[in-house]
């Protein structure tokens, strides 16, 4: 009961700071803030210890997010930000990033081994993708139609795990990073050069409505 009564008064300051820490005008970091603060407060509360205090942490971030009126100046600086300093063709579908890189910058032929020039490519990523914590990424790997297609999946599932790897050991939160292979199934050119590539989509994320 005692261990009970704790809990249900932690969620509640929870939720009464939650909802103070997003009616501030900078919403999008105190309420991140304010709920990785909590989160962590909720690992002591349940699990008394280092591990469950970070997963509460984990939870208490994801608290927090973009208000709709923040997302699209967020991304915009986002966006700039690729552009000067990756050397990735960049597009963007209303609110969703995404930075493809020739496979031949990365990867030899036929292979998921990263070449030296990719480690300074990623690192000059990783300081954008940090500078803007508030999205999820997406690492797709993409491959030509060579070879048969269930090898060409396990190859791209390969690469697109050897970029999300480098982006954590650079310092990205592996909690916000999926790594995804496509094999061949997303064509994009009659050239093979160019659908031999490397995507990493990035998607804002948005605020809880409580």
Partial sequence: MHKLAKFSAVVFVSLALTSC?????????????????????????IGHDTGSTLI?????????????????????????????????SIQRDQDVLTATFKSDMFFDYDSAQLKPGAYSELGRVTNVLNQYP????????????????????????????????????????????????????????SSPAMNRRVSIVINPVRQQAY
């Fill in 56 to 88: 509460g942490a984990g939870i208490g971030a994801a608290i927090g997010g973009l208000a709709g009126n923040q997302i699209g100046l967020y991304m915009d600086n986002q966006e700039r930000a690729l552009r000067q300093m990756t050397d990735a």
């Fill in 134 to 189: 508030q999205t999820t990424i997406r690492v797709e790997g993409h491959t030509d139609a060579s070879g048969s297609a269930a090898y060409n999946q396990e190859l791209s599932e390969r690469r697109a795990l050897a970029v999300k790897n480098v982006l954590v050991q650079q310092g990205v939160d592996s909690r916000r990073i999926d790594a995804v292979g496509y094999g061949e199934s997303q064509l994009i050119s």
């Fill in 21 to 45: 820490a997003t009616n501030q005008q900078t919403g999008t970091a105190v309420g991140a803030g304010a709920g990785a603060g909590i989160g962590a407060i909720l690992g002591q509360a």
